[in-house]
């Protein structure tokens, strides 16, 4: 368990600030929470509205299974216990984005009680983890949308938001650093994409946070907080706590007191600004949703949840650790998302495929040549690793290529380029551009022969005691056969006529 | 042979199916009670002529082609205007819904049409069915066909609130007609205007497309001339729905086909709580004659205790209001209704406007109170506190029903009162569900058969309640009261 170190400065000695983060996470789901509309992102306004959803007189809700489903999933995944009696409840206020005048949500009885996620804060060191609780994930509804810049005068309703599925993850006060809170959002994220119950995407809006900080002197109660609305970065959310927890030890040092209240987040100038305070809170008025019967989870549904789970990050971080033989670092950034796993886990498959081998056998030469050679060559072009011309297919070919001698790694950074700029297979290039590689013994040892006779200036040298020159007849060597030539043939024979 | 707007919903459909006439005569019968009625008894807010003859036309073109009929194949019928039917009005005879044409058919109004019913129009009704009197409808009250036979002509109330129900099935406008019941809201106005009425266990008929109430109590039910006719039309409009996740998953029994007034066997409980302190001595003797009829019926009678059930009507009075007052949020001015918009209005002040515009007087004190009990420091101790009763008294009845199979009590503590008598005094008006909430509060079918007249020549409603699921049970005592009580009456035609 690591401490975190990150204290603001101020005045009056160090502050420590301490942050909770309540996610918003979007259900991946076809249809609704509550009604048969669909939930497609960026459909034309209204088009994914249903009655229910609209609040027509006389429509009701019906819950979705698989919004459940999703929810009971997260829930496992995080180690949570899974409540089998659950129940909505009625978030009353009015709002044009809300048409019932409620929020379906649940406050008195939510779906998943506690649970945590394993953090690392430092990427560098992937064994040094934290553990942040979270006390709850209950399920509602999302609002509508308005649309003010429609009309000069009057603003414009979009429900196809309306109704779709989020869970909200409330944590425990225990991030203590805005690195806490970036680390632990990117980790929720990951786990949410692993289980498939949301798409993290926060641009869209999948994935939201309300970060609640507080400041306090180091080992004192908690001090009082504030709630920064609806922040949709990982950046954002960093920013938020930095602001606010300096804005908070400023206002107490200069004699001031923080109040409770709600925030907003501006991008423009990375700040925060009061949007309402604890006396304009809304009263909900909270009560059981008449229209729903409570929320009974079975055996068999629970068992069908977990059978369902994926292998999540920190497990398969532990296996290609242990199993692969990977470096904790390498494993750390194979599974930090969950396309990079998959991903690797094919070319892995593939690989071993053709190279005959065990996958354990390799493991490292596939993590190594996607972590340093095609990561940095996607990096490049701007691409993602989803959209890489260069497939795992393509890419164990590659690998069996040099696993076989017949290209140098050096030859295959040049195959690899060639693979992104025409999509071609790596066998194919090799052959077109002659890139096969020379281990025959007796044409590298003519080539051998004639550096050395070229260098005399330099071999005497090197016999009296300039050792470094090796690698200068290794480079000639290597240069006389264009790269071609096997590296370690070369070494054997230059070190046997070097005496 | 007897005139057609003298029949009733078996009788109709057995006429129709036999070829002694056609629905469309049917039809036609009943149109012309309505229009002749209108404006005497304002009991509709829209009248529906051509849709009733549509559907008593495409009754006999399937007859004339040798199809099987619905279970309501030729009968004509009133729909209170608290259910959603496409293409027509829907208001809950609200101010704020006025205009509202719905682009979906309710549940229960969609299986009763594909049962071979069709629609006389859109029955009046209390304003989102909160009133025991008609008189918070925004389109002006509904009149009773009934008078006292004092001679005075003091205007009735048809009782509330599918009064537009009650009023037009007992003045011959249709043989039968939708109700819904949250508090009593079928079983009351069935009492007042000598016609049946049956309230099925909660989650029998969908509430889809039914405009809310108060969603944990809102229930349909149908009512008719006589038990019989309740039996078929519940048939059509009970059964499991999808679309109400509060829908019961059952089969729907043949209701009709087991009616039996033979009770041999059968324990009838009369529950002391509900004898009152200076109860109305005409009640007091109907109920006495309940007694009498259901142990002519071979019943065996004995007293029951429902120690909670005077805690009953307060606890309604908290529940239903804080549930009306998040279901009716959704009428905002933004989508749909009225919209009242001042020049230079902000969202907040178009709310304010709309609802101030949009809802009677009534549903604003309902809105009020529930928006109360729910506050910050005051849920527990009114909802909370609500809900506990609301277990108490399910747990009154369960333990009554190991001791008798159904609950014999009146349905009202008096007979129909004059319009305007209670309109200022809403405890007074409240009172009158006295006898219908606790079934409400626990989900049990219960219903309204007459009794006979008071002193002053107004029908007496006596009231059964059933264990959960048991209509039948409910049924079959109201058959046997019904042969036994003979009620004969009908409102002397005055308008």
């Not at chain 1, 019906?62 to 997260?74: D, F, G, H, L, Y």
């Not at chain 1, 809300?98 to 506690?114: C, K």
């Not at chain 2, 399937?62 to 019928?77: C, H, Q, S, T």
């Amino acid at each position: 368990m690591t401490e975190s170190t990150y204290r603001i400065q101020g005045a009056t000695g160090e502050w420590e600030v301490v942050i909770g983060l309540e996610v918003h996470a979007q259900v991946v789901s076809k249809s609704k929470l509550f009604s048969g509309a669909a939930t497609a992102f960026g459909a034309e306004p209204n088009a994914q509205v249903s009655l229910v959803d609209a609040a027509m007189p006389g429509m009701l809700p019906v819950p979705n299974k698989e919004c459940i489903r999703q929810a009971v999933r997260t829930g496992m995944a995080i180690n949570a216990r899974i409540n089998k009696w659950s129940r909505f409840d009625r978030k009353n206020y009015f709002y044009a984005d809300l048409p019932q005048g409620y929020q379906i949500s649940q406050l008195y009885h939510p779906l998943v009680g506690e649970g945590a996620i394993e953090i690392a804060v430092d990427e560098k060191n992937p064994e040094a983890t934290k553990t942040i609780g979270i006390e709850r994930i209950h399920v509602e509804q999302d609002a509508g949308k308005l649309m003010h810049d429609q009309h000069p005068t009057m603003s414009y309703v979009d429900l196809n938001r309306s109704g779709v599925a989020l869970m909200e993850i409330v944590s425990r006060p225990d991030m203590r650093s805005p690195a806490e809170a970036g680390a632990y959002l990117r980790k929720l994220r990951a786990i949410l994409r692993y289980v498939g119950s949301c798409d993290g995407n926060m641009e869209e809006g999948s994935m939201r946070a309300d970060v609640n900080v507080s400041v306090r002197k180091s080992g004192a109660e908690f001090g009082t907080r504030t709630e920064t609305k609806n922040v949709n970065s990982v950046r954002f959310v960093m920013a938020t706590i930095e602001h606010e927890a300096n804005r908070q030890v400023d206002l107490i040092e200069s004699g001031g007191k923080v109040v409770q209240e709600t925030r907003l987040f501006d991008p423009g100038t990375g700040t925060t600004r009061s949007m309402r305070s604890k006396e304009d809170a809304h009263d909900y008025r909270y009560f059981p949703d008449p229209d729903l019967l409570p929320l009974e989870l079975d055996d068999a549904f629970l068992e069908d949840c977990r059978n369902s789970l994926p292998e999540l990050p920190d497990a398969k971080r532990h296996r290609y650790e242990n199993e692969l033989g990977l470096s904790p670092y390498n494993a750390q950034v194979l599974t930090a998302e969950v396309e990079t796993a998959r991903w690797f886990e094919r070319l892995l498959g593939e690989a071993a495929k053709a190279q005959g081998k065990p996958p354990a056998d390799v493991a490292k030469q596939a993590a190594n040549w996607l972590i340093s050679e095609l990561f940095g060559a996607l990096n490049k072009l701007g691409i993602a690793l989803e959209n890489s011309p260069v497939t795992p297919e393509k890419g164990a070919e590659l690998l069996a290529l040099i696993g076989d001698g017949t290209i140098s790694g050096s030859i295959a950074k040049q195959v690899l380029e060639k693979m992104l700029e025409t999509g071609d297979g790596a066998a194919a290039i090799v052959e077109r551009e002659g890139l096969k590689q020379e281990s025959d013994t007796g044409a590298i040892e003519a080539v051998v022969a004639k550096v050395l006779a070229d260098n005399a200036d330099k071999v005497a040298q090197f016999k009296a005691g300039k050792e470094a020159l090796f690698g200068f007849f290794v480079g000639q060597t290597m240069k006389a056969m264009q790269g071609k030539a096997n590296p370690q043939v070369v070494n054997e024979l230059l070190r046997k006529a070097l005496g | 042979m007897t005139e057609l707007t003298e029949l009733g919903v078996a009788a109709i459909r057995d006429g129709v199916a036999k070829g002694d006439f056609t629905a469309a005569e049917v039809a036609e019968a009943f149109n012309a009670n309505v229009a002749a009625a209108q404006d005497a008894l304002n009991a509709f807010i829209v009248a529906t002529p051509d849709k009733a003859i549509a559907a008593a036309k495409a009754t006999d073109a399937k007859r004339a082609a040798g199809e099987a009929l619905g279970k309501m194949g030729g009968v004509p019928i009133g729909m209170k205007d608290l259910f959603a039917t496409v293409g027509v009005q829907t208001t809950a005879a609200s101010h704020i819904l006025e205009g509202f044409v719905p682009q979906y058919e309710s549940t229960v109004s969609q299986k009763l049409w594909d049962a071979g019913a069709g629609m006389l129009g859109k029955l009046n009704l209390d304003q989102f069915a909160m009133g025991s009197s008609n008189e918070t409808s925004y389109f002006g009250n509904v009149i009773s066909p009934w008078r006292r036979n004092d001679g005075g002509n003091a205007p009735l109330a048809p009782g509330g609130s599918s009064g537009g129900s009650s009023a037009a099935v007992s003045a011959r406008l249709c043989p039968a007609a939708t109700g819904t019941d949250t508090g009593g809201s079928i079983r009351q106005p069935a009492a007042f205007t000598g016609i049946t009425g049956i309230k099925p266990t909660y989650g029998r008929c969908s509430r889809w497309g039914i405009v809310a109430f108060a969603s944990s109590l809102d229930q349909a039910g149908p009512m008719a001339r006589d038990t019989r006719d309740c039996a078929i039309m519940l048939e059509a409009m009970a059964g499991f729905d999808p679309k109400d996740a509060t829908s019961l998953d059952m089969p729907v029994p043949a209701w009709e086909a087991g009616l039996s007034a033979d009770l041999a066997g059968k324990t009838v409980g009369i529950p002391r709580e509900y004898r009152m302190d200076g109860m109305d001595a005409d009640v007091a003797k109907s109920w006495d004659d309940g007694i009498a009829w259901l142990k002519d019926a071979g019943a065996r009678v004995i007293d029951i205790a429902l120690p909670h059930t005077r805690y009953a009507l307060p606890a309604y009075y908290i529940i239903a209001p804080a549930e009306a007052s998040s279901n009716l949020a959704r009428y905002d001015g933004v989508r749909y209704g009225l919209r009242d918009l001042p020049d230079g209005a902000g969202l907040q002040d178009m709310y304010a406007a709309t609802r101030a515009a949009g809802f009677g007087a009534e549903v604003k004190r309902r809105i009020l109170i529930g928006t109360y009990v729910l506050s910050a420091g005051f849920y527990d101790a009114y909802y909370t506190q609500a809900q506990k009763v609301r277990t108490l008294i399910s747990r009154d009845f369960t333990a009554a029903f190991e001791q008798c199979d159904v609950i014999l009590a009146p349905t009202a503590p008096s007979a129909a009162f004059a319009l305007g008598d209670n309109i200022d005094d809403p405890l007074s008006m409240y009172l009158n569900d006295v006898f219908a909430v606790p079934a409400s509060l626990a989900g049990l079918p219960a219903m309204s058969v007459p009794a006979g007249l008071n002193r002053e020549g107004l029908p007496l409603g006596l009231q059964i309640i059933g264990r959960p699921f048991d209509e039948q049970g409910v049924l079959n005592a109201g058959l046997a009261i019904e042969q036994r009580a003979g009620f004969a009456a009908k409102p002397e035609k005055w308008w």
